[in-house]
């Protein structure tokens, strides 16, 4: 059975909003064969909109989902459906990784009814080269921009490092870097 750590951030978490997002999650128990599995899960307000933000980590991947409604038990109803989405989506996927036979996190002892939107379909369609020049983050806002890109790769200048820089939900930027 999975454990829950419900927050609000400007909201306060009502013992209704508890069990409505406790019971709406625990439909993905089934997918889980560990009873260690801690969902984290960030309900919050943003001008008339609610957000629910759950984060799922496991050993070997993290589940991660955020959804926007006016109706705060519409926005739990579609994050439910998202990860649950997400894990069947990615099942094929994850049982031919096999992460050499330590992958166990997930029960895949499940039917699942294939649709048209498979991921047996899905193929890498396009690939590029990048000729990584060096660039401070400033210069990459600006290449990613001039793309109309949601993301950028880049080589910064400061430390040699690949970074990539990319357009968050709420308009601002993030950056990955790496070691």
């Given at each position: ?36 599995i801690l ?32 109706d705060l ?64 983050e400033e ?41």
């Amino acid at each position: 059975m999975m454990k829950y750590n419900i927050r609000g951030d400007k909201l306060e978490v009502t013992d209704a909003i508890n069990n409505y997002v406790e019971s709406k999650l625990d439909r993905l128990n089934k997918y889980f064969k560990e009873d260690d599995i801690l969902a984290n899960v960030l309900l919050r307000v943003r001008g008339n909109s609610q957000i629910i933000e759950v984060t799922i980590p496991t050993d070997k991947f993290i589940l991660r989902s955020e959804e926007e409604d006016k109706d705060l038990y519409a926005a739990i109803d579609l994050v439910t459906d998202k990860l649950e989405r997400q894990i069947r989506k990615n099942k094929t996927r994850l049982n031919k990784q096999n992460f050499d036979n330590k992958f166990k996190e997930l029960n895949f002892d499940f039917e699942i009814e294939e649709t048209e939107d498979s991921s047996e379909n899905e193929v890498i369609v396009k690939r590029k080269k990048l000729e990584m020049k060096p660039m401070d983050e400033e210069e990459a806002i600006l290449e990613m921009n001039l793309l109309g890109h949601e993301f950028f790769v880049y080589k910064d200048m400061h430390t040699n490092n690949i970074n990539v820089l990319y357009r968050r939900k709420d308009g601002n930027y993030g950056l990955i870097e790496t070691k």
